[in-house]
């Protein structure tokens, strides 16, 4: 079964401080994809990166970063110079078996709260 | 371009009760999936409807159920409602195309008493 799990519940920085969110899955699955969504308080989910399975080529896009190791079966993500508008909840997510996004795995959410 | 739509926002409904949720996905979306998230569960995948079939189906009882129009809009029901049915219900839509991720709406608030 597919499994995703975020151990850090609740997050506090303050403005301008670098975050680290982490995710570990597990899944059987050799093709799979593997996704950071953000929840504002207005609580629609709002997608933010995606990575597949033969892709570990870690990458930097504006103040998001993620690393992927599949070796330890993680997919941390990280907000640099943190900012009050990114405090929310922040899911991690596997795709199941097709790779499609139709069936997603989420963790449990870390709360991000990032204050001046 | 709009977003997925999710009507109402808002429901009351009282126990025993059955509701109808409505999600219009992004045009040119033809999968749209249904999420439930509560304090104590989390995010837990309903059921996915392609071309008015449903695809997918997760670990819900019978009460749940949904359907798809030729639009790709897409209705849920929860008949004989219980209290632990109060949830915040997020409907989701995609391409069909592996990889491409999924879009959500805001949510239905349902709170049942």
């Known amino acids: 079964a597919q499994k995703v799990t975020q151990a850090q519940t609740e997050i506090s920085v303050v403005e301008k401080e670098d975050v680290t969110l982490d995710c570990v899955y597990e899944?059987?699955?050799?093709?799979?994809?593997l996704f950071w969504y953000k929840q504002p308080p207005s609580g629609e989910l709002v997608f933010l990166i995606r990575?597949?399975?033969?892709?570990?080529q870690n990458e930097i896009s504006g103040r998001y970063s993620w690393n992927f190791q599949k070796s330890t079966s993680s997919f941390n993500f990280t907000i640099t110079a943190s900012q009050v508008v990114d405090s929310a909840v922040y899911f991690c997510?596997?795709?199941?078996?097709?790779?499609?996004?139709?069936?997603?795995?989420f963790g449990t959410g870390t709360r991000l709260q990032v204050t001046l | 371009k709009a977003g997925v739509t999710q009507t109402p926002r808002y429901l009351i409904k009282t126990r025993g009760q059955q509701v109808t949720l409505s999600c219009s996905p992004i045009s040119g979306h033809r999968s749209v999936s249904w999420y439930q998230q509560t304090p104590g569960q989390g995010l837990q995948f309903l059921f996915e409807y392609f071309s008015e079939t449903q695809r997918n189906k997760g670990n819900f009882p019978g009460r749940f159920s949904g359907r798809q129009f030729s639009n790709s809009r897409s209705e849920m029901n929860v008949s004989t409602l219980e209290l632990g049915d109060s949830a915040l219900y997020l409907c989701a839509s995609s391409l069909v195309q592996e990889g491409t991720e999924a879009f959500f709406g805001q949510g239905t608030r349902l709170t049942v008493v």
């Open positions: 997510a596997l795709s199941e078996n097709t790779g499609t996004a139709s069936k997603l795995t």
């Open positions: 990575r597949n399975s033969f892709d570990e």
């Open positions: 899944t059987r699955d050799t093709t799979y994809y």
